[in-house]
């Protein structure tokens, strides 16, 4: 994670703004980033609240930035959906904890990721603290679009917009800062879709690419293996999945007792012990997102593939897995178009269920046995 400002690849113009709050102290009391996924909306986010919380007043890699940045902070509250909607009680228990006093700092941070999937009643409630915020009280919605959230809550913030980075840029930084070769670089930046954080943590995250790459394979070998050999490789998977998930879970920031009551120290043990298994979560989530990508890319080109063909033109450079160019071809002749949608709407249908709180597992086994024929309840 990025610890200062420098560290965040192309939304100068972004950080800027930002930088002007801070230097003329004159900060927005609800702030809103909006931006495409994956451009560090959420990473300026985290800075901007340690720069509020830090000393210097910059987020300078300190000791309390750590703390923010690790979600270890006291004063700084960080908020994400649960499954895919934020709810009113989540909401509920920020704001009891935002009417408080700061503990350490001057002021409290609060930032809301995904802010766009606060269901009705969370939205309705949030919008009173947004109208009456409490004393020193900054708060950050991050969101894709506008849209997503309610009028009267946009109308109560400051915008600042977030620009979606070119392909070509991805490339150039995964080459010149990252010391990829060009053509990983290139693969990178087009299996990401042109989502810069998705190809960053694929160059530095060697085993979150395998599991991307070994969506692709079991989408390719899917209409070939058996419905056994597919369930065995996804229990292989899981165990992956699993192992990845931890990798990380006993690492964070150590904080001193030091001008801290055993009540707040016990709170931010808790705290620590609440964000170890949000990581873990996470990164699950990641790895199966990661799988369920490469599954979609491949009948994705299949669908290309198709439609490319049959208009006389070369399909070869409109495929995103290019390096899979004759298995892609083969199962565009056997499988077809119209299956490769079938089986496409059945990778969503599964990202769907996982995102909705489904167990990964069943969604998976569920999915496996629809490519198969076996179970109509995936089709649904």
């Given at each position: 994670m990025a610890e200062r400002w420098e560290e965040v690849y192309g939304q100068e113009a972004a950080i800027g703004i930002l930088r002007g709050f801070l230097k003329r102290g004159e900060i927005p009391h609800a702030m809103l980033f909006l931006g495409p996924r994956g451009v560090g909306k959420a990473t300026v986010a985290r800075l901007f609240a340690a720069a509020c919380l830090c000393p210097s007043g910059e987020p300078d890699g300190c000791h309390t930035c750590?703390?923010?940045?690790?979600?270890?902070?006291?004063?700084?509250?960080?908020?994400?959906?649960?499954?895919?909607?934020?709810?009113?009680?989540?909401?509920?228990?920020?704001?009891?904890?935002?009417?408080?006093?700061?503990?350490?700092?001057?002021?409290?941070?609060?930032?809301?990721?995904?802010?766009?999937?606060?269901?009705?009643?969370?939205?309705?409630?949030?919008l009173k603290t947004l109208e009456?915020?409490?004393?020193?009280?900054?708060?950050?919605?991050?969101?894709?679009?506008?849209?997503?959230?309610?009028?009267?809550?946009?109308?109560?913030?400051?915008?600042?917009?977030?620009?979606?980075?070119?392909g070509g840029e991805i490339e150039r930084?995964?080459?010149?800062?990252?010391?990829?070769?060009?053509e990983m670089a290139r693969d990178l930046s087009r299996w990401s879709g042109g989502v810069f954080g998705r190809a960053l943590s694929w160059a530095r995250d060697e085993?979150?690419?395998?599991?991307?790459?070994?969506?692709?394979?079991?989408?390719?070998?899917?209409?070939?293996?058996?419905?056994?050999?597919?369930?065995?490789?996804?229990?292989?998977?899981?165990?992956?999945?699993?192992?990845?998930?931890?990798?990380?879970?006993?690492?964070?920031?150590?904080?001193?007792?030091?001008?801290?009551?055993?009540?707040?120290?016990?709170f931010l043990r808790k705290r620590q012990e609440?964000?170890?298994?949000?990581?873990?979560?996470?990164?699950?989530?990641?790895?199966?997102?990661?799988?369920?990508?490469?599954?979609?890319?491949?009948?994705?080109?299949?669908?290309?593939?198709?439609?490319?063909?049959?208009?006389?033109?070369?399909?070869?450079?409109?495929?995103?897995?290019?390096?899979?160019f004759q298995e892609v071809e083969s199962e565009a002749l056997i499988l077809g178009r119209k299956k490769a949608v079938e089986n496409l709407a059945l990778v969503e249908w599964a990202r769907k269920a996982v995102e909705s709180n489904v167990d990964p597992a069943l969604a998976l086994d569920a999915l496996a046995a629809g490519l198969k024929g076996w179970a109509a309840l995936a089709r649904r």
């Open positions: 750590r703390r923010v940045l690790e979600g270890l902070h006291p004063d700084f509250h960080y908020l994400e959906p649960v499954g895919i909607q934020i709810r009113k009680e989540q909401v509920d228990d920020l704001e009891r904890a935002l009417h408080l006093k700061p503990v350490e700092g001057r002021c409290r941070v609060a930032v809301v990721e995904e802010a766009g999937a606060m269901n009705i009643h969370a939205a309705n409630a949030f009456e915020p409490p004393p020193s009280t900054f708060i950050i919605l991050v969101a894709e679009r506008e849209e997503d959230l309610l009028p009267t809550l946009v109308s109560r913030c400051t915008a600042v917009r977030f620009a979606p980075i070119p930084y995964l080459v010149e800062v990252e010391g990829l070769e060009k085993r979150r690419l395998s599991f991307r790459l070994a969506g692709v394979e079991f989408a390719a070998r899917a209409r070939r293996d058996s419905l056994a050999d597919l369930l065995l490789r996804l229990a292989e998977m899981r165990r992956e999945w699993e192992a990845h998930s931890h990798e990380r879970r006993n690492e964070g920031t150590v904080f001193s007792g030091e001008a801290l009551d055993s009540r707040s120290l016990a609440e964000r170890a298994k949000r990581e873990a979560m996470r990164r699950r989530m990641e790895a199966v997102g990661d799988f369920l990508d490469g599954m979609a890319s491949f009948y994705r080109d299949i669908i290309v593939y198709d439609l490319v063909e049959a208009g006389g033109g070369s399909p070869l450079t409109h495929l995103v897995n290019r390096g899979r």
